[in-house]
């Protein structure tokens, strides 16, 4: 599936689980026709409580609620769980269940992260459904009206359809409701691993292009070498590159050392460095001029190589400065990485750092 940029979209930028949750609760609880919901981490508890209760509450007044997991990232959903959608007619298929005979297949995973409501709004971003959005984690996400809808139904009911997930055979209705709803232009870019590279491709054209600045955040910063080498290169043709990573309680400190690798090349080329600290951010997003890309897709090799991926691209000004604007209040909030200093780290971190990236690299070259 191709998709192309859509004029006449509102997008709207929801940052921090204390807005998003209840936003994204009230849109299922306000939807009258369907709901689909996709998500790659879903595991039994508060947060993935209150979402059931409310697709089940839709279920039961007549609303088509169709959930689709991947199969790996949804092994923490308990049977009482799955149990609680099925009696209340929420249709549920996973992805790619695993096999014993495939097993490089089973490495391909399901990350997108979408909820369609009433074939007219999608809300897209990193959010997943876990207790770790309790107060704690940050994240984001971006609400999409108009005629971007249009792709991100033919996204989901793609994937529904397909021979690669299995589950309830409930049927999808495919017209878009969507209207015209602003100013915007947006695209849906959507990765299928190494198979269909297509938001690695954007992001990388995007930063050759860039003629002015690049920032990129992200938790999770495992680039290959051709983004290390067009990141660098960026900051040598004097435009502004940033790096926002997570820092403070970092979920995966072996992948954040791995990424920290990375920083002293970087740090000579000019790129500016900073790790945020009041507490884990999970967002993932980059700013190149007045381009954007958000969504479900990290700047590791596990979103660019293998897994399936979705990323709402906007080209506006207006959006573009949105998130300039939480990125300064982020960074404002980091640890800068300061050059000299980072050149005098221990012998010991370097040997974490070393250590974690030869697990990295070997993952990464198991495709
Ligand atoms: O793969 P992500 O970006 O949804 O993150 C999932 C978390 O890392 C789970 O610890």
Redesign the pocket.
Known sequence: MDTEWRSGNGIDLLPDSRRFVPALLEAIDEAEESIWFEQ??VESGRVTRRFFDALIRAAKRGVEVRVLLDSF?ASGLGQRDRTRLSTAGVALRHYNPFMMRRLRRNLVRN?R?LILVDRRVVYTG???L?D?YLGDWFDLVVQAEGPVVEDWITLFADLWESSRTRGDRAQVERRSLGAQAGGMKARLMHNEGHRRPTIRCSLHQRIIEATRRLWLYT??FLPSRQLRRLITEAAGRGIDVRLLIAGEGH??PT?HLAGQRHYGPLLEAGVRIYEYQPRFT?A?FCIADDWVTVG?C?FDH??LHW?LEANLEVESADFARTLAGLFDEHCADSRPIQGRAWSQRSRAQRTREHAAAMVSAWLAGLR
């Open positions: 790659y981490l990232g990350h992260k990193g959010y997943c876990t770790d938790p999770y979920d995966h992948v999970h993932k479900s990290n596990w979103s897994n």
